[in-house]
């Protein structure tokens, strides 16, 4: 909208352009970075899910040390891969 100067009203702005006439389409994708390595990916998440498990029965301080850095190369491998995305 654009105000005319000498009133008190606003006069709305008018597009010239010319219209197309045709509908916006879908952007189309294709497959995710993550899913060209779904086995690699199921493979760290199983890790993952046996670290964990070993994590939560009873382990020293520097069993838990390891598992943690298991744990954290698996994740960061994921990462990598971009499983999940």
Same mark, same amino acid.
């Given at each position: 909208? #654009? #105000? +005319?100067?000498?009133?008190?009203?606003?006069?709305? #702005? #008018? +597009?010239?352009?010319?219209?197309s006439s045709s509908a916006v389409g879908l952007i189309e994708h294709g497959a995710r970075e993550g899913d060209r390595n779904e086995v690699a990916c199921a493979?760290? !998440? $199983?890790?993952?899910?046996?670290?964990d498990s070993a994590a939560r029965q009873?382990?020293?301080?520097q069993g838990q040390e390891w598992l943690r850095m298991r744990r954290k190369e698996h $994740?960061? !491998?994921?990462?990598?891969?971009?499983?999940g995305f």
């Open positions: 909208s #654009v #105000v +005319d100067a000498g009133a008190r009203y606003y006069r709305p #702005v #008018v +597009d010239s352009r010319p219209r493979r760290h !998440e $199983k890790a993952i899910r046996q670290i009873g382990q020293s301080s $994740k960061d !491998e994921m990462w990598r891969l971009r499983c």
